[in-house]
């Protein structure tokens, strides 16, 4: 697809979206797990199920690559979910504490 006269890009381009995926995964973990607690991993689930499931019926192998990449990086964020958890709990991260206004 980004062939241009034996130059080929394609694994720059699935190597740097591995890096953005897995950065905003990452991200994800942290915020999610602070604004909506371990609740979260179902709409990890959901999200990883349905990109990895895309993926098989998206012609370009580099589009179904990426896809798959994101949907694996979700059902693994799953895991970490948990585990933000309990590093929260050790105070490796802050927790979220009630405003008075919600309480």
Not at 43 to 65: W, Y
Not at 70 to 76: S, V
Request: hydrophobic share 50%; net charge neutral; aromatic share 16%.
């Amino acid at each position: 697809m980004f062939v241009s006269e034996g130059i080929n890009f394609d694994g720059i381009l699935v190597g740097a979206s591995l890096m953005a995926i897995m950065w905003i995964g990452r991200m994800a973990c942290i915020k999610g797990e602070y604004y909506f607690t371990k609740k979260l991993w179902m709409a990890f689930l959901a999200v990883g199920i349905i990109s990895v499931a895309s993926a098989l019926f998206v012609e370009s192998v580099i589009f179904s690559s990426i896809l798959s990449i994101f949907g694996f990086t979700f059902l693994w964020g799953i895991h970490e979910i948990i585990e933000q958890e309990e590093r929260v709990s050790k105070g490796w991260f802050p927790k979220r504490t009630q405003n008075k206004k919600d309480a």
